[in-house]
């Protein structure tokens, strides 16, 4: 089994929570750190709750450091409604002892990236506002970061942040215009993969082997995030968009890339933030992203379910 280094970036948040312990329950997962950015609420409560997220995944070896508190250019928004004022629904975690990083994530994203020049992949579940103030403050990392792959973004499926923009995408279309045209190696997962992964009651049930305390806190936040779907999407379930992201380090096979050219659109009054792709290839470009445009649903969700069994 390979190791595999990750840093991944993350606004937690109800599906960031579910992802930072799938990724607590992969032994092919070295994470390297948690930086936290602004998104489903500020950056301050998304830190908070990743200090107490690593102490529930047992993971408080990994440094957690704060990162950017708004977007690079637009207005900060947040998403209370989606995840709740504290950003992880109902659920009620104990305070956290563990203490964050002493500097800034860009800081320490940007130290990693030398410390291990072609072996860490960026996983990016949030706003991607700290990794593009990486790049812009050190171009050289980025021949350096082995992969990038984002939960971002939406081809097809509608958006869930306006009629056609992607709530990652839409906190800061800026910082995902830099990152799809850095020239990375870089997987998008969008809206139109993760909103197939619907989280259901059923699936708490066959939790049977996790820790009492795991079980609770995914029931807890996932209730809040179901009756969400429920009364502003009419959907049955919760998508758990950021776990399939992180699920495909490991399990490749879960769903199939094209390869597109991408563009984010930053302007406009009814399509900001629009995520592109050029399907026929009329422009000419040459592909810039890895895009994930099917999925193996019941393999990734018993995948999800495996692993966090063993929590
Ligand atoms: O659009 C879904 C994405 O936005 C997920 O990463 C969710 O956590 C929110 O950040
Ligand atoms: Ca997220």
């Known amino acids: 089994m390979s190791i595999q280094r990750i840093i991944v970036d993350t606004d937690p948040g109800i599906d960031d929570a579910l992802a930072i312990l799938l990724l607590a329950a992969s032994p092919e997962i070295s994470l390297q750190a948690i930086t936290v950015t602004h998104g489903n609420t500020t950056v301050e409560k998304c830190a908070s709750n990743a200090l107490q997220l690593v102490e529930l995944a047992r993971l408080t070896h990994v440094p957690v450091a704060l990162g950017a508190s708004t977007p690079l250019v637009r207005e900060l ?4 409604e989606t995840h709740g004022d504290g950003g992880l629904g109902y659920a009620v975690l104990p305070r956290s002892s563990t203490q964050l990083y002493p500097k800034h994530a860009v800081d320490l994203i940007i130290h990693l990236i030398h410390k291990y020049p072609n072996e860490i992949t960026m996983l990016c579940i949030g706003p991607m506002t700290n990794l593009a103030l990486a790049t812009r403050r050190d ?7 082995k992969r990038v792959v984002s939960m971002a973004g939406t ?6 942040a306006t009629p056609s923009s992607e709530y990652n995408v839409f906190c800061d279309p800026h910082a995902y215009d830099i990152v799809v045209r850095a020239g990375f190696d870089l997987t998008v997962v969008p809206l139109d993969v993760t909103y197939q992964c619907l989280f259901q009651k059923s699936h708490i049930a066959r939790m049977t082997t996790a820790r009492p305390e795991i079980v609770k806190f995914i029931e ?11 009364e502003y999407q009419n959907i049955d379930g919760c998508a758990i968009n950021d776990p399939l992201a992180a699920a495909i380090l490991v399990r490749p096979d879960l769903v199939e890339l094209l390869d597109y050219h991408m563009t984010v659109e930053l302007s ?5 933030a629009k995520t ?11 592909p810039n992203t890895k895009v994930a ?16 069994n063993n929590l």
């Open 77 to 80: 928004g947040i998403a209370e």
């Open 139 to 145: 171009p050289s990392i980025v021949p350096l970061i």
């Open 155 to 160: 081809i097809h499926y509608p958006g869930n």
């Open 220 to 230: 807890d936040a996932t209730r809040f995030y179901m009756e969400f779907h429920d």
């Open 268 to 272: 406009g009054k009814h399509a900001r």
């Open 276 to 286: 592109s792709v050029d399907h026929f290839k009329a422009m000419g470009f040459a």
């Open 293 to 308: 445009m099917k999925v193996n649903v019941e393999g990734f969700m018993d995948f999800f379910i495996e692993r966090i």
